[in-house]
């Protein structure tokens, strides 16, 4: 480890420190995620009681025409089943966020931003732990649900991969740059208000936008402009062995654009993260 | 001779100081919180294989500073360079050469001493079978190797300390930078982290910046920056800094300098 002016020093990483880095990043947001046994169980929780309870209060009232990408009609718990999916991935987005805020908080963050490694890549590495974390709920998920009879083709169940690290990462990078914005944990209440409830209702997730359409158009080009809305039909038409590529083309460009905002939210030299004593820091 | 034994055996020292190449050097830094100025034109070095004591109030700058040097903070005026290399240009060069120890404890308290320390190597790029050898040899180094596997929050306030000190040194840094790292430790707990990190000056050639607001830190061989209200008010040799300031010793030296009394070895 030379680095002088006289003797030239090491510049730039291998491309086996940068994956080392991936892994140890990885490695401890899953030991921090299996430490906290009852975050796993409440990820589970949530969905499960939205498709055992309301789904099923809900399944007479409403009925499911024959939408893309399903081919006959279908059970209401068969339609919510990928919004509550994503539902997942967005909490877990969140519980990313609040963590990053916590760690700020508690000076854990330092750790990490002092690494040599460029600062965008442990952010990204960081998203890329979360969103294996939040892959984990959802196939959990998905087994509990194979039992309550909402059974997507075999294959589906390796075609949404893709899609579920796609909108996981759009998720995961969502909270990241909320979590930028936040000065103090405190503040962390306000996104359930203000992010979390306002993307997942709405949205697609339990209802098909041509019902939203019929009861306020308006409400309908709200939904149609929601970045989850199309993580949920990218999410829905992959369980299914299909492409939406709408929903690709929005949810991979929200990825760059989120991952962007909180790149540059946590550089140093442009950061949009309050600086100052007591006032949180990078 | 042990495994671990074996590996320290085998281990370089770390690498020389470039010759005349300071292992810090701070250049007319000022840094600003809206309109309160926090550091106003502050210049000096760290030599390697040094002591440097930062001696300041509480809210005289020195996290700052720290954030600073340390790229947590961007640099608004002035320059940083850790053994020549410009923490704003070549971070990554910079940083690898530098070890942090922060005033707030920045230890994962549910995971265990190994699993901290391999974290840490990890964010540094060290592979996985280097960092369980050099997370052993340190573990041992600060006797906490029987330790190695229980949960950080079970340790005392000392022994994190250690463990945190260890850590910045895990990537063999040639820099040690320790912000008040001695705050809210036991008297005996503050003289054994001391001696630790003098024995790394001493034996390890790495340069060190320990900020402290405590004068009995203080020894006449360090070197010595006093920091108040964001301004540098005197740098140099301790012996130098205390007969510039017509004093007998670094208490009445500070309160001369800053016009501030003190109380007991700490500034009141």
Known sequence: ?282 | MTATDAHIASQPLPDAAPAGQPALSIGNVSHSYGPRRALIDVDFTVAPASFTALLGLNGAGKSTLFSLVTRLFGIQTGRISIFGHDISRAPGEALRLLGVVFQPRTLDLDLSLTQNLLYHAALHGISRREARLRSAEVLDRIKLADRAASKVRDLSGGQMRRLEIARALLHRPRLLLLDEATVGLDVKARADILDHVRQLVTEQGIGVLWATHLFDEIMPSDDLVVLHQGRMLAHGKVSRVIAEAGAQDVNTAFMRLTGTATLNGKPA
């Not at chain 1, 893309?68 to 539902?87: D, Q, S």
């Not at chain 1, 989120?258 to 939210?265: D, E, T, Y």
Request: net charge positive; with cysteine; aromatic share 14%.
């Open chain 1, 1 to 282: 480890m030379t680095s002088t002016t006289a003797t030239p020093a090491r510049t730039g990483f291998s491309p086996s420190e940068y994956i080392v880095c991936l892994n140890g990043i990885v490695w401890r947001e899953a030991l921090r995620f299996l430490h906290q046994r009852e975050r796993f169980v409440s990820a589970l929780v949530r969905p499960l009681v939205w498709l055992f309870i309301f789904a099923a209060g809900f399944r007479q009232v409403l009925g499911i025409s024959i939408i893309p990408p399903y081919e006959t009609y279908i059970l209401y718990e068969v339609y919510i089943a990928p919004g509550l999916m994503a539902m997942i991935q967005l909490f877990n987005g969140m519980q990313s966020s609040l963590s990053m805020v916590y760690d700020r908080e508690m000076g854990n963050m330092r750790t990490l931003l002092v690494s040599p490694l460029p600062r965008g890549y442990l952010l990204f590495c960081k998203l890329l732990a979360g969103t294996a974390v939040s892959l984990l709920q959802v196939y959990a998920f998905l087994v509990i649900a194979w039992f309550w009879d909402i059974a997507p083709p075999t294959i589906g169940y390796l075609t949404v991969l893709p899609a579920l690290v796609l909108s996981g990462l759009m998720l995961g990078a969502l909270g990241m740059l909320i979590s930028s914005g936040i000065k103090q944990l405190e503040n962390f209440a306000g996104v359930m208000n203000f992010v979390i409830f306002p993307m997942f209702f709405a949205s697609s997730a339990l209802y098909p936008l041509w019902r939203v359409q019929e009861g306020s158009p308006m409400l309908y080009y709200v939904c149609q402009c929601n970045p989850f809305t199309h993580a949920v039909e990218l999410i829905r038409f992959a369980l299914y062995g299909k492409m939406n590529w709408v929903s690709l083309a929005v949810v991979g460009g929200c990825t760059v654009v989120f991952m962007a905002g909180a790149i540059l939210a946590y550089d140093p030299s442009r950061g949009l993260v309050r600086r100052g004593p007591g006032g949180g820091e990078a």
